[in-house]
């Protein structure tokens, strides 16, 4: 026979530009200006008139008078009037913003002396704190949400041709059908084709039907509370499901139930905030014992209790305290069907342990619906750069944050074990009394990054740069086939600084002639140290066990030179030292050094 497929992909995308609808606003557009760093030398500087009075002022002939009026400014205009009404006449000479000396063409008692000065107007306290905090209402400068939907169909042992639009007439019927052709895909298209004769009824046909079905929804938005800062978030929700069967004839020429073995297999993964347990210290002088493990266990034990009251809901026979086999009461916290090492308790109590989620709210679902996403986000700070006391050391000054977690099935696949009544309930257990679940998956992973948690880059006026970053990762693994967790966290902080010199002169002598270079000569040192460690959590036994790890210290040095606009010449030298974390390995200590010649030829 032959092999149809088809495949359609939907997708819904719309983005929200604020920032455009902030610009179209005179007032909003204010509130912008006004609140950058450099709004105060942007500004158009407002005045206003204060007047100094003094009465009773005498004056004599060529004698030089203080006045001290404190207006705090030099542009000061000075009227002083006599008894009679008329300006009394001298040399004015300004000493300072608060200070003015007078020298009288003549004498002259009881006079009134007036000093107006013309001063910057101060903005209200209560106007820049308002703009400011509507500045960070207008923070959100962009959202976007993209929703893919894709569905596809692969079936083989089709026996039609292809005809006009590739059906053709079969059994009276359009085969495989026009919904099949515009690429709609439904999963019991397979049983339609079977029962309208388009299968082939070759018994060795062991190529299965499949299914696939995808949906990712993509949530990104750009937050800028004030100018300089921007964060960048994201939140991300992938589901991918493959279903296969097995369309293959009996000898009778029929499609029974029982050759189907349908199987469904695929992955999974959720952003998460897993922030709150990042930060927990871990090392030797504890035992290496986890908070959050240890959270992780009395969670399964609360799980294990919601488990069993949903199932008694629905199954009327069913009591949770009662040994199953014996009909005795049962030894400890966790509720029959649902033990130590049933996968239906571990993985909510995972989810909750690691994301901080309350136990007894936590959802039950193998696979945590949309509104359960989290958001990530990566800062950056380049606001340092626009102040006039940073700009006369710094060129640039640049600070940064990233932070990602993902919750992640990396395969499930379907038990083919699980089976439900009509009430809904399954009743197959495993081998340790715990009733199994309708998907088979073997580990777990939070992955998390701080990539970085912070750094910094600093660009000085002087040639100089200096950098420093701490990143950090750990990624947490539950295996349900071992019952355990393998928890790696890695640590590492980077220091670096850097130099140009200007336009180095060296000189050449090839074939008896010299021949000058000027370029400019970069230098730069690194040093790193990074803490990697990995521990092993067994739920069963109760332990914490160290089985890899290193403590690497490195220190680099490198210098460049541009011969040409074609060649570069770079030499290195570096040191590596490790110290491990587990006796079973050896400290190790490497040191590289040399030089590299680079040729370009295209530029």
Excluded: C
């Amino acid at each position: 026979g032959n092999s149809i497929k088809n495949h359609t992909e939907i997708t819904f995308s719309g983005t929200a530009n604020l920032s455009s609808l902030y610009s179209k606003s005179k007032f909003l557009k204010n509130i912008e200006n006004n609140t950058r760093p450099d709004a105060v030398q942007r500004m158009k500087t407002e005045y206003k008139t204060e007047t100094f009075t003094r009465n009773n002022v005498n004056f004599r002939t060529d004698v030089m008078r203080p006045l001290v009026h404190n207006l705090r400014t030099k542009d000061v205009k000075v009227k002083i009037v006599k008894k009679d009404g008329s300006e009394l006449k001298g040399k004015l000479e300004i000493i300072s913003e608060n200070r003015v000396n007078f020298t009288s063409a003549e004498a002259a008692d009881g006079t009134q002396v007036t000093i107006e000065g013309r001063v910057p107007k101060k903005r209200n306290p209560l106007t820049v704190t308002g703009e400011y905090m509507l500045r960070a209402l207008m923070g959100v400068r962009s959202v976007s949400l993209t929703y893919t939907s894709a569905q596809g169909q692969y079936l083989p042992g089709f026996t039609p041709e292809a005809g006009f639009l590739g059906m053709s007439r079969t059994n009276n019927v359009m085969a495989p059908g026009l919904p099949f052709i515009l690429g709609y895909s439904n999963k019991k298209f397979f049983d339609k084709a079977a029962a309208n004769g388009w299968l082939t009824t070759d018994t060795l046909l062991n190529t299965p039907a499949i299914y696939n079905n995808k949906i990712d929804l993509s949530l990104r938005g750009v937050v800028e509370p004030f100018p300089g800062l921007k964060i960048d978030i994201n939140a991300d929700r992938r589901f991918l499901e493959n279903e296969s069967s097995y369309y293959t004839a009996d000898f009778n020429g029929n499609f029974p139930d029982s050759t189907r073995n349908r199987v469904i297999t695929g992955n999974f993964s959720i952003s998460i905030i897993s922030w709150g347990t990042a930060f927990e210290k871990v090392s030797k002088k504890n035992n290496y014992i986890s908070n959050t493990f240890e959270n992780f266990k009395k969670n399964a034990v609360i799980i294990s209790g919601r488990r069993a009251e949903a199932r008694r809901q629905l199954d009327p026979g069913y009591d949770p305290d009662l040994d199953p086999d014996t009909g005795l009461p049962l030894e400890g916290d966790y509720k029959n069907g649902y033990g130590k090492s049933s996968r239906e308790v571990l993985i909510p109590a995972f989810y909750a342990a690691y994301t901080k989620t309350d136990p007894h709210k936590v959802e039950l679902a193998t696979f945590p619906s949309a509104f359960r996403m989290m958001p990530n986000w990566r800062i950056s700070f380049d606001g340092f750069s626009k102040f006039e006391f940073v700009k006369r050391v710094f060129r640039s000054v640049n600070i940064t944050h990233q932070y990602r977690s993902v919750y992640q099935i990396g395969s499930y696949t379907t038990n083919l074990n699980y089976f439900v009544d009509g009430n809904g309930v399954n009743n197959i257990r495993d081998l340790q009394k715990n009733y199994i679940q309708k998907y088979e998956i073997n580990t777990i992973t939070v992955s998390e990054q701080f990539s970085p948690l912070i750094n910094i880059d600093m660009n000085w006026k002087s040639n100089l740069t200096s950098r420093f970053e701490w990143r950090k990762s750990r990624t947490i693994s539950l295996n349900l086939t071992g019952n355990q967790i393998t928890d790696n966290r890695i640590n590492e902080l980077v220091v670096g600084a850097g130099y140009r010199f200007d336009d180095v002169q060296i000189t050449l002598k090839t074939g008896g002639a010299q021949r000058s270079l000027k370029s400019d000569l970069n230098i730069r040192l690194d040093l790193s140290i990074r803490d990697d460690k990995t521990v092993v959590r067994k739920l069963i036994e109760d332990v914490n066990q160290p089985v890899a790890g290193i403590m690497m210290f490195k220190i680099g040095a490198t210098a460049d030179y541009v011969l040409s606009d074609r060649f570069n010449l770079q030499f290195f030298a570096d040191h590596t030292m490790n110290n491990p974390f587990v006796a079973s390995t050896f400290p190790t200590s490497n040191t590289n050094f040399g030089f590299s010649l680079k040729f370009t030829l295209v530029q």
